[in-house]
């Protein structure tokens, strides 16, 4: 079997940056890596993420989100990741089942144990090996998120990044909860240092957790 690597964190906290910079360090070292992302990853989940991001279901309120959530991910573990694992690939996925936590439970105020059983029947024993938390306030990540937007789709928040900072705040303390909860799966890192330094403390524990040949970690 692969590796099974998650990214989360909040808004803007570079999560989809680092699930790349991770991956080309991975593959210098001659291993086989898939790169995905929740909500999607496949095709089938990549249509529910649409649905999500539009913010067309959010009057259905957040645990129809939750659901749906679920649907998208259990086709993305059966098409994608499951057959990826099985083929020896590392994947690193950019969000996964904590983002459900944080968002429906503690921003969306759905019961732990509601999202608990969810989890338990769509990810099974398909859990991460390893979980890194990206943390930073969310005033910086929702800040730089605001520039990319300008930069590139002109100024339209999605469902989520349209919630107000209290919603991003409860958010935050949620994923640091998770990660205190579970700290043989979860580390926390200051997404507040530059990618290249974050980076390097990245693989630097990546190395160390799975015994790899540090020679090519210094390597751009
Ligand atoms: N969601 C949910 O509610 N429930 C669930 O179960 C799941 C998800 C799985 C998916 O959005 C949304 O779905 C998400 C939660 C919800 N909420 N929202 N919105 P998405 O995939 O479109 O967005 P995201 O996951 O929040 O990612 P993001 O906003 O794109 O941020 P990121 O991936 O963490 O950051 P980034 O793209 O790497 O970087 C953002 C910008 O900051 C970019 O311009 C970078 O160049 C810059 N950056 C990156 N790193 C740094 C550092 N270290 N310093 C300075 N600048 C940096």
């Excluded at 529910?48 to 009057?59: C, P, S, V, Y």
Aim: aromatic share 6%; with cysteine; glycine share 8%.
């Amino acid at each position: 079997m692969g590796k099974f690597i998650t990214f989360e964190g909040g808004e803007g906290a570079g999560k989809s940056t680092q699930v790349r910079l991770l991956a080309n360090s991975l593959q210098r070292l001659g291993k086989k890596v898939m790169m995905t992302r929740e909500p999607g990853g496949s095709p089938k989940a990549e249509a529910i993420r649409k649905l999500l991001l539009e913010g067309k279901l959010a009057k259905f309120g957040p645990f129809a989100e939750a659901l749906l959530f679920s649907i998208a991910r259990d086709d993305h573990l059966e098409t994608v990741i499951r057959p990826a694992l099985k083929k020896e690939n590392w994947v690193i996925c950019d969000r996964f089942m904590d983002s459900t936590m944080a968002y429906q439970g503690a921003g969306g105020n759905l019961p732990p144990a509601v999202i608990k059983g969810l989890e338990h029947t769509v990810v099974g024993n398909t859990r991460p090996d390893f979980t890194i938390l990206i943390d930073l306030p969310p005033a910086v990540g929702m800040n730089r998120a605001r520039i990319r937007l300008q930069q590139t789709t002109g100024g339209t928040a999605d469902r989520f990044e349209s919630m107000d900072m209290k919603f991003h705040e409860r958010l935050r303390e949620a994923f640091l909860e998770i990660a205190k909860n579970d700290p043989e799966r979860c580390m926390i890192f200051n997404g507040e240092q530059p990618p290249d330094e974050l980076a390097n403390h990245i693989w630097t524990t990546i190395v160390a957790r799975y015994a790899l040949a540090p020679k090519v970690a210094s390597k751009k």
